[in-house]
Nanobody
Framework: VQLQASGGGLVKAGGSLRLSCTASGRTFSSYAVGWFRQAPGKEREFLGHISMSGDSTYYGDSVKGRFTISRDNVKNTVYLQMNSLKPEDTAVYYC???????????????????WGQGTLVTVSS
């Protein structure tokens, strides 16, 4: 599967942004998807994960309550809704997929085999 993240841009602190992760192929519902980000000079950070069917989500502590992950398997798209954005949310955001039929999340990212190219989010103060 090939993934493409989009929707990044410049937003003021306190604002919202929705990222999309669109996949190629006809079996997108077989892939669980995670979102990560990486700021300059910092390690990759796990943001959250959604199961293949979308009935289960998990979030990292830094974004819990502010970010929401959802998916539309008909449109082959996973979304990351980001609210109450802070300057420290500035980073390149990536979506990644587990191998087919693997539903669990991995906060380190090593178990995700497919990665999108990333989209830059900049939050100004």
């Amino acid at each position: 599967v090939q993934l493409q993240a989009s929707g990044g841009g410049l937003v003021k602190a306190g604002g919202s942004l929705r990222l999309s992760c669109t996949a190629s192929g006809r079996t997108f519902s077989s892939y669980a998807v995670g979102w990560f980000r990486q700021a300059p000079g910092k390690e990759r950070e796990f943001l959250g994960h959604i199961s293949m069917s979308g009935d289960s989500t998990y979030y990292g502590d830094s974004v819990k309550g502010r970010f929401t992950i959802s998916r539309d398997n008909v449109k082959n798209t996973v979304y990351l809704q980001m609210n109450s954005l802070k300057p420290e949310d500035t980073a390149v955001y990536y979506c990644a997929a587990r191998p087919p039929y693997y539903n669990d999340y991995d906060t380190l990212g090593y178990e995700y085999d497919y990665w999108g190219q990333g989209t830059l989010v900049t939050v100004s103060s």
